[in-house]
């Protein structure tokens, strides 16, 4: 079983222009995790992509977050990172990390989520 802990949301409101930090660890047993990535929602729309990078550092963003959000990645550490800057109150949802692990080199993958971790911005 994989679990996913995320990090650096929260209770903390950020202001229009400020920056935040999010991280997702991964721990359990795997064979590789091809993908990690962020989503979100709010409570009026379908979860939707942020930003997804692949263990050669291949990255996709939302065409909302480009020029404010960088993802990066810690292969060692299996842990993802999110840097937002430049906020907007339209980035105010629930982030989940997510990733694409592997069991084995045949199996092409299981989708894994976080628990969820709330952002929050408002002047």
């Known amino acids: 079983q994989v679990q996913l802990v995320e990090s650096g949301g929260g209770r903390d409101l950020v202001q229009p222009g400020g920056s935040l930090r999010l991280s997702c660890a991964a721990s359990?047993?795997?064979?590789?995790?091809?993908?990690m990535g962020w989503y979100r929602q709010t409570p009026d729309q379908q979860r939707e992509l942020v930003a997804d990078?692949?263990?050669?550092?291949?990255?996709n963003y939302a065409d909302s977050v480009k020029g404010r959000f960088t993802i990066s990645r810690d292969n060692a550490k299996n842990t993802v990172y999110l840097q937002m800057n430049s906020l907007k109150e339209e980035d105010k949802a629930v982030y989940y990390c997510?990733?694409?692990?592997?069991?084995?080199?045949?199996?092409?993958?299981?989708?894994?989520w976080g628990q969820g971790t709330l952002v929050t911005v408002s002047s």
């Open positions: 990078i692949t263990t050669i550092d291949q990255k």
């Open positions: 359990g047993r795997f064979f590789r995790i091809p993908v």
């Open positions: 997510y990733a694409k692990v592997r069991n084995d080199l045949r199996d092409p993958g299981d989708d894994y």
